[in-house]
């Protein structure tokens, strides 16, 4: 790649990916290209013709840098497995659906769709953007499953598949049942008004002469059928559950009322009285069924549930008694199987190391940040990152038994009951509803010795009028525009009710690393480098393809490196080579001063040494999240601050003045740790969130009352938790807390408006004077009123709050 | 005016036919994805250009 003549490299884009090209001249066609992964994926395309790829979006690629080898897809050729994956099969033809994370843009969607020009044997594909699914239709004698799988990962577009794809988990599909219920509801709504519409304008006397009146309001009753016994049908089936449960849940009076109004007009229509309320009662089931419809918001391509299986590897190479290597699950292997693990890869179950020497990344795990030597016969633990090349582990435990899975399933002791029956809107209901019933008592029991015949007729419409459908409406809505408003600042909520959890907290627990650390920094201490010193360094870096020596060519790079010669790689210990004359060497402190240095502080530190000289040390520190000492000074105004982490404590000194109170960093801590210590926060009365990222954090998120795991991609794996919020909103987490907390201010406010409709209906109601017609008009009134204000409301704030 | 009767029960007939419509519509998964198919309107439809090609 390097040309030994001294010449000059000029830095630019790489066509494919945008990346810029440190090192080689990669070309072809005149583009430029930042590896032979690109360039390789460019000549793919260019051979098929597919490369308008590159016309819908530049540099639609994804970098292939620090891609090494394909992955061994032939599990996936298993029938147990298949199953999960093929959507219909015939003989013929093969429908099969795979999750690519990498999907971002309409590039990625063209390039997808024509993958019939690949391969022959691939009939046509389609992408469901939102969900980054591609949806493969094949015939199955030209082409087999796990070749689609490579030809996918050649492109740069690797599905992904983990143990939970394997699992059945549903990906959210779009709610069918509630949108059929809507636009019957809808349907019906507008077929009764406009039928009813006679009644309004006081046409009465003139449809009785016609026949028409019994005739619309038989109609009426045969379109409020579907009304009643479909849309409806929520209601009244989470109305019996909470009676059965003694609870009174906000939909039992909103059941109640329907049933008594249907009741009532029944009788009106049948008695020729007059043609009912058929028209407020579909209505209002219609708007709330759109309130309960906007209040649940998906993400398609966000999984709240995920829990370690996800994480772990569906499948690893087997080394067979014979040597030769053999791809099969990780859940079949057994002890004393003697696996592969390449670069990069997780390890899927606790092994003992044959292989000499390794490092390995652990940093989602335990959340230790500097990766962990391991010598021959260690125990590795499950779940680490390979990082040095590939190594031989003999398999100690099976994967239902690693330390891993026994500590996860523990948790389930831990489940935290989903106690909604707090909910700020029960409590107002229960509130309302206690007022509502002792006025239609009361009024009927007026009635009874003023005027018999007006004493039913005032009970029903009072218990018509004073329905609580304006509060669901208020907080369906103004739930809904919240998570909206959070959703837009990737502030993402698994449900609406975790708003008013989020509104009560008092308490705020940090993990580390990952979670205020993002990626680590470098930062050379020693003797002071020239220009051509460092360069000298950094041209040496260039050739190796180890994560630090990668961070280090990135973090300094300028322009243009020297030429290299001789260049050796050690493994798991250091680099060396010769450049400008001088010989070069990058590595461990014991690789390059032959001797291990005492080192209290813990951090990874890469040696360079120039001809025998050590001019210093790349030493690798965490960064912190921008903006991290204003959040936490924010936030310890009135909440309970503070960090635990599994890693070492060498950084302590830097955390302790961000939060005030040495007492409140732990380090070192195991998931069971962590999971303790918001056990005692809780039992002192606090109302926990946890903030995290990684499996060591799964337990914890759990137990807390609200669980929130920081991402920076959020196509990678995020522990189980409610809210899933990414990396770069992280500085507004003062500003969510703090719009949470107006959520219930602005219902109560709302509210308390739109009962003044209530009140106007109950002045009619009382004295049995309640027509459809004013029925008629105060409920859309009403509703209307509250969708506004409550949209207005949450975007005024949303503005005031810079959200 | 019993031209009223049926010029009323017909039109509610022609309204369920599209209430059967929207819930067919629904059911068969038209539904699934309402994004990318915007964003496949943007590709040329290439099919022209290989006819000519092999013309």
């Known amino acids: 790649m390097f040309q030994t003549s001294g010449q000059v490299y000029h830095s630019t884009k790489c066509y494919h990916c945008g990346e810029s090209c440190p090192s080689s001249l990669i070309t072809l066609d005149e583009k430029l290209f930042c590896c032979e992964g690109c360039k390789t994926v460019y000549e793919l395309l260019k051979d098929a013709q597919l490369c308008s790829y590159y016309q819908f979006q530049a540099s639609p690629g994804r970098s292939l840098l620090d891609k090494k080898s394909l992955t061994d897809y032939t599990y996936l050729d298993q029938d147990e497995i298949n199953q999960k994956f093929i959507r219909f099969t015939n003989g013929e033809q093969t429908h099969v659906n795979f999750f690519i994370p990498k999907i971002h843009c309409s590039s990625c969607v063209w390039l997808l769709e024509n993958l019939h020009k690949l391969h022959n044997g691939i009939y046509v594909s389609s992408v469901n953007f939102l969900r980054k699914e591609v949806t493969i239709v094949f015939n199955p004698r030209l082409v087999k499953v796990s070749k689609i799988a490579e030809l996918l990962e050649t492109i740069g577009y690797e599905p992904l598949i983990n143990s939970s794809s394997i699992e059945e988990k549903h990906r959210t599909r779009l709610d069918k049942k509630s949108i059929l219920r809507i636009g019957t509801a809808g349907f019906c709504f507008a077929n009764i008004m406009m039928l009813s519409f006679p009644e309004y304008l006081s046409l009465g006397n003139f ?43 906000i939909d039992v009076p909103i059941a109640f009322a329907i049933v ?175 007022f509502v019933f002792s006025i239609a008592i009361l009024s009927s029991l007026f009635w009874l010795f003023f005027d018999r015949s007006k004493s039913l007729d005032a009970l029903t419409a009072v218990l018509i009028v004073a329905c609580p459908c304006g509060l669901l409406l208020t907080s369906s809505f103004t739930y809904g525009n919240m998570l909206r408003i959070l959703g837009r600042n990737k502030f993402y909520l698994k449900n609406s009710a975790i708003i008013e959890k989020l509104s009560n907290v008092n308490a705020i627990v940090f993990d580390k690393t990952g979670t205020i650390t993002h990626g680590m920094n470098c930062e050379f201490s020693g003797a002071k480098l020239g220009a051509d010193e460092l360069k000298m360094a950094l041209s040496l870096a260039n050739q190796s393809s180890h994560p630090l020596s990668r961070k280090i060519v990135k973090q300094f790079y300028k322009n243009d490196l020297f030429p290299v010669t001789n260049f050796e790689e050690i493994q798991a210990n250091g680099i060396r080579g010769n450049c400008n004359g001088k010989c070069i060497m990058l590595g461990s402190a014991y690789f390059v001063l032959g001797k291990e240095i005492r080192n209290s502080k813990m951090s990874t530190k890469v040696f360079y040494m120039m001809d025998g000289k050590v001019m210093g040390y790349f030493n690798f520190v965490n960064t912190y999240r921008e903006g991290l000492e204003r959040v936490l000074r924010k936030l310890s105004k009135n909440n309970f601050i503070s960090l635990l982490s599994g890693d070492n404590d060498s950084e302590k000194e830097k955390l302790i003045p961000l939060f005030h109170s040495p007492s409140q960093l732990l380090f070192n801590q195991k998931p069971e740790d962590k999971l303790h210590f918001i056990e005692e926060l809780q039992k002192k009365g606090k109302k926990v969130v946890m903030i995290g990222d990684g499996l060591n954090d799964l337990a914890a998120l759990k137990k807390s009352d609200v669980g929130i795991s920081v991402s920076d991609h959020t196509n990678s794996f995020t522990p189980a938790s409610d809210v899933i919020m990414d990396g770069e909103s992280f500085h507004k987490l003062p500003l969510f807390l703090d719009f949470v907390k107006y959520g ?52 005024l704030l949303a503005q005031r709050k810079k959200l | 005016m019993s031209a009223l009767f049926v010029l009323i029960g017909i039109s509610l007939l022609v309204a369920f036919i599209f209430l059967l419509l929207f819930l067919w519509a629904v059911r068969s998964d038209q539904y699934e994805d309402n994004f990318t198919p915007a964003i496949r309107i943007l590709f040329d439809n290439e099919k022209t250009s290989e006819k000519e090609s092999n013309q």
Not at chain 1, 213 to 240: E, Q, R
Not at chain 1, 347 to 352: E, G, M, N, S, V
Not at chain 1, 745 to 753: C, D, E, G, H, M
Not at chain 1, 763 to 784: D, E, F, G, R
């Open chain 1, 207 to 249: 449809l009785d002469n016609l026949e028409l009146k019994p005739f619309f309001g038989y109609l009426n009753l045969v379109l409020s059928l579907p009304v009643l016994f479909y849309s409806a049908s929520p209601f009244f089936v989470s109305a019996w559950k909470n009676i059965r449960q003694r609870f009174l849940h």
């Open chain 1, 260 to 434: 008594v109004t249907f009741i009532r007009s029944v009788y009106e229509i049948v008695d020729h009285n007059g043609i009912g309320y058929l028209d407020s009662m579909s209505g209002i089931v219609f708007f709330m069924l759109i309130g309960r419809y906007f209040q649940h918001i998906t993400y398609d391509a966000l999984l709240f549930d995920r829990d370690y299986k996800s994480y772990m590897p569906i499948a690893v190479t087997l080394i067979k008694t014979d040597s030769t290597t053999a791809s099969i699950q990780s859940s079949k292997l057994k002890k004393g199987d003697r696996i592969l693990i390449k670069n990069n890869e997780i390890i899927p179950t606790d092994a003992r190391l044959l292989s000499e020497h390794t490092h390995i990344d652990y940093s989602f795990v335990t959340g230790e940040s500097s990766p962990v030597t391991k010598k021959k016969n260690d125990l590795i633990y499950a779940g680490g990152r390979q990082l040095d090349g590939a190594i031989e582990l003999e398999v100690v435990f099976s994967t239902s038994q690693s330390y891993l899975t026994q500590l996860w399933n523990k948790d389930e002791d831990s489940i935290r009951d989903h106690q909604m029956k707090e909910a700020f809107v029960h409590k107002v209901n229960r509130y309302f509803t206690t």
């Open chain 1, 744 to 795: 219930n201010k602005v219902i109560s406010f709302i509210f308390f408006v739109s009962t003044i409709y209530n009140v106007i209906g109950l002045v009619y109601a009382v004295q049995a004077k309640l027509s459809p017609m004013i029925a008629a008009i105060l409920m859309p009134l009403s509703t209307v009123t509250i969708i506004l204000l409550s949209s207005g409301f949450i975007f």
